[in-house]
């Protein structure tokens, strides 16, 4: 079942597939202001939405993906779009789907912010550093189906099974040597409630509501274009709690968006 992270929009949008990457799609909100879904690889591994915001003055971009190849691809798009700087990125919470690509935003835009709730930090220099190795160890499960030609459980392969389990060793062995490409770049900036950004003529209002999909979730609301960026808090199509907690999604509505 393919769970999508999503953005709240009150306004007719369009979409385009990248001919090059079929799997990549852009959806334009509204005018500058752009939501990309990353090619969904199944078994290499999944990767959050990228929102991009563009005001007069500069650029903000909610959630850095997970693939650095991906990240690479979303920064060539925004120098399409616009000349303008990415001064802030915003990670909606700590799953490496939603930061791993900061350190590419980084080495393009030497003088962006990296926003992150202050749980968020904290929960990302926990695990982030050490990503890399345990996407690798992730990997084993895989490598023991394609010996045993059984699953952990003790199913027996068949021949469709065993080549999805060698199409899925293939990409993730291409995403770790991506992960491993890099170094791990965490949040530059931390608050606890939120702060507004004033981009040109567009303002970005960054909250935290309370803990949900994790500790530190933050949403971006666009007041003017009625437009919430969620991050996890709201997925298709039903909301991740595998390791969250119980949170009530009446909190956004409560803000007016």
Same mark, same amino acid.
């Given at each position: 079942?393919?769970?999508?992270?999503?953005?709240?929009?009150?306004?007719?949008?369009?979409?385009?597939?990248?001919?090059?990457?079929?799997?990549?799609?852009?959806?334009?909100?509204?005018?500058?202001?752009?939501?990309? =879904?990353?090619?969904?690889?199944?078994?290499?591994?999944?990767?959050?939405?990228?929102?991009?915001?563009?005001?007069?003055?500069?650029? !903000?971009?909610?959630?850095?993906? !997970?693939?650095?190849?991906?990240?690479?691809?979303?920064? =060539?798009?925004?120098?399409?779009?616009?000349?303008?700087?990415?001064?802030?990125?915003?990670?909606?919470?700590?799953?490496?789907?939603?930061?791993?690509?900061?350190? +590419?935003?980084?080495?393009?835009?030497?003088?962006?912010?990296?926003?992150?709730?202050?749980?968020?930090?904290?929960?990302?220099?926990?695990?982030?550093?050490?990503?890399? =190795?345990?996407?690798?160890?992730?990997?084993?499960? !895989?490598?023991?189906?394609?010996?045993?030609?059984?699953?952990?459980?003790?199913?027996?392969?068949?021949?469709?099974?065993?080549?999805?389990?060698?199409?899925?060793?293939?990409?993730?062995?291409?995403?770790?040597? =991506?992960?491993?490409?890099?170094?791990?770049?965490?949040?530059?900036?931390?608050?606890?409630?939120? !702060?507004?950004?004033?981009?040109?003529?567009?303002? +970005?209002?960054?909250?935290?509501?309370?803990?949900?999909?994790?500790?530190?979730?933050?949403?971006?609301?666009?007041?003017?274009?009625?437009?919430?960026?969620?991050?996890?808090?709201?997925?298709?199509?039903?909301?991740?709690?595998?390791?969250?907690?119980?949170?009530?999604?009446?909190?956004?509505?409560?803000?007016?968006?």
């Amino acid at each position: 079942m393919l769970i999508r992270p999503i953005v709240i929009a009150l306004i007719a949008v369009s979409c385009a597939r990248s001919e090059e990457d079929p799997g990549r799609v852009v959806t334009k909100l509204t005018e500058g202001v752009y939501s990309i =879904e990353h090619s969904d690889p199944r078994r290499g591994s999944g990767s959050g939405n990228t929102t991009v915001i563009i005001g007069d003055r500069q650029v !903000f971009v909610v959630d850095s993906c !997970f693939v650095p190849s991906d990240a690479r691809k979303d920064i =060539e798009q925004i120098r399409r779009w616009t000349d303008k700087p990415v001064t802030f990125v915003l990670n909606t919470h700590f799953h490496n789907d939603h930061n791993y690509g900061n350190r +590419v935003f980084q080495d393009a835009f030497p003088a962006v912010t990296i926003a992150a709730h202050i749980e968020t930090k904290h929960d990302m220099d926990l695990v982030g550093p050490t990503s890399a =190795e345990r996407f690798d160890k992730s990997t084993v499960r !895989f490598q023991r189906m394609l010996e045993t030609g059984k699953t952990a459980d003790g199913q027996q392969l068949d021949a469709d099974d065993i080549q999805t389990v060698k199409t899925a060793l293939t990409k993730r062995s291409a995403i770790s040597a =991506e992960m491993h490409s890099i170094r791990y770049q965490s949040a530059t900036l931390t608050f606890e409630q939120g !702060f507004t950004v004033d981009l040109g003529n567009r303002e +970005v209002r960054v909250m935290f509501l309370g803990r949900g999909n994790t500790s530190g979730d933050a949403i971006a609301y666009l007041p003017k274009e009625k437009i919430a960026v969620v991050g996890d808090l709201l997925v298709y199509p039903a909301p991740y709690f595998f390791d969250g907690y119980p949170s009530t999604l009446e909190r956004i509505g409560a803000t007016g968006c």
